[in-house]
């Protein structure tokens, strides 16, 4: 028979024994435990989604949906087909991308000018409602002034970019000083501009032709119609923009290559009625074979002069722009030649700059619109009807 401490000493070996076993079952069994290994799932599982969840929030407030952004096109009334066109192209880039377009006209241009029925909002200078104003043309000043309240109008409005055709670079500085100070979280509205271009900082990105070589097509035109000899007149505004003034050096460079092509001085006019007055009084003065007008409205005025003296077919006629009446005295033989940039498209990438400014896209600082010669015998070419028939599907 074992002594009592034997008994015990036994039991407490038995005891140890029995512990470490237990304890290597335990060891064993522990990851795979269904309770334990269930909550330790939960807990990752729910770090994932607050890792998730936060990265979200940070894309969401980096890169907002398209569909949230509200675009202003602010373009300057009477600006006819070609402002037409550029509306149609940012309402197609819009509808493409889920982005909301409105559209803010400074009105009016002048006495025939009326605001299109397709803008959301117009602008009026503030004497417009008198009954005097009905009949009267407005200054530069009030044009540019209402143009900048359009701009204005837009942001109060909500548009988050503004696509801008502006009237000078007083103008386009004025709105961008607008776009710079209307956030309250110190962001700035991108400011894109459509048509011309302009020395101004804090520009996002700028939509035209290459007014250097648009002149350069404009001298070669002339050129040809002249049979490279004669005397020709340059007739358009105040080069208020740099586009303006590359597209005279465009013209004189490659003039330059044609010794007997004689270029009187430039002469300013700003309307079609001053610019007719000055046609009138050139083609009095000099003996002229052909004139080259920088612009829509210095074209029209020297149409105006040549249907009054009925002798346009002695005088040919390079201009720039497609307005219907252009056109159309384009097919009557008035115009030889237009040069004609692509409003459309202007439109269409002037959005999706500025949809790529607001998504932290790269945004090109410059977009070149091919420019083309369009005449009698090209004109209802399939590609030269959608540049100057965009309207028309």
């Avoid at 050129?223 to 007149?233: D, N, R």
Wanted: net charge negative.
């Amino acid at each position: 028979m074992m002594d009592g401490s034997e008994t015990s000493s036994k039991m407490n070996n038995q005891n140890k024994s029995t512990r470490r076993v237990l304890a290597k079952k335990s060891q064993a069994t522990l990851p795979g435990s269904p309770g334990l290994w269930s909550f330790k799932a939960l807990c990752q599982a729910a770090a994932v989604c607050c890792l998730l969840i936060c990265a979200a929030c940070g894309m969401a407030g980096a890169d907002q949906p398209a569909s949230s952004q509200r675009i202003a096109l602010i373009t300057p009334a009477g600006t006819g087909e070609l402002a037409e066109a550029i509306r149609l192209g940012a309402e197609a880039a819009a509808k493409e991308s889920g982005a909301q377009l409105i559209t803010v006209e400074a009105y009016p241009v002048d006495s025939a000018s009326h605001t299109s029925p397709n803008a959301d909002y117009a602008i009026s200078p503030p004497s417009v409602g008198t009954p005097a104003a009905a009949n009267r043309d407005f200054t530069r000043s009030e044009r540019e002034q209402a143009q900048v309240q359009a701009a204005a109008l837009a942001l109060k409005q909500g548009a988050a970019a503004l696509l801008v055709d502006p009237l000078s670079e007083d103008v386009l500085g004025d709105i961008i000083r607008e776009a710079e100070t209307v956030r309250t979280d110190g962001g700035i509205v991108p400011v894109v501009v459509l048509n011309d271009e302009f020395p101004v900082k804090g520009i996002t990105s700028v939509i035209s032709m290459d007014n250097l070589e648009a002149g350069r097509q404009a001298g070669q035109a002339m050129a040809e119609l002249l049979e490279g000899q004669g005397h020709i007149a340059l007739v358009g505004p105040d080069p208020l923009s740099a586009g303006l003034v590359l597209r005279e050096e465009g013209i004189e460079e490659e003039l330059q290559n044609y010794p007997d092509i004689d270029i009187i001085p430039k002469s300013v006019c700003n309307s079609r009625d001053a610019c007719w007055q000055t046609v009138k009084q050139l083609l009095d003065q000099h003996e002229l074979a052909g004139i080259i007008a920088l612009q829509e409205p210095a074209s029209l005025g020297a149409a105006d002069e040549l249907h009054r003296r009925k002798d346009g077919s002695q005088i040919s006629i390079v201009g720039f722009g497609s307005e219907q009446q252009q056109l159309e005295q384009l097919q009557e033989g008035v115009f030889q030649r237009l040069i004609v940039q692509n409003g459309y498209s202007a439109g269409y990438l002037g959005l999706n700059q500025a949809l790529a400014k607001l998504k932290r896209e790269h945004v090109q600082a410059r977009v070149i619109l091919e420019t083309k010669v369009v005449s009698t015998e090209n004109m209802f070419w399939m590609d030269n009807q959608k540049l100057l028939f965009p309207f028309v599907q």
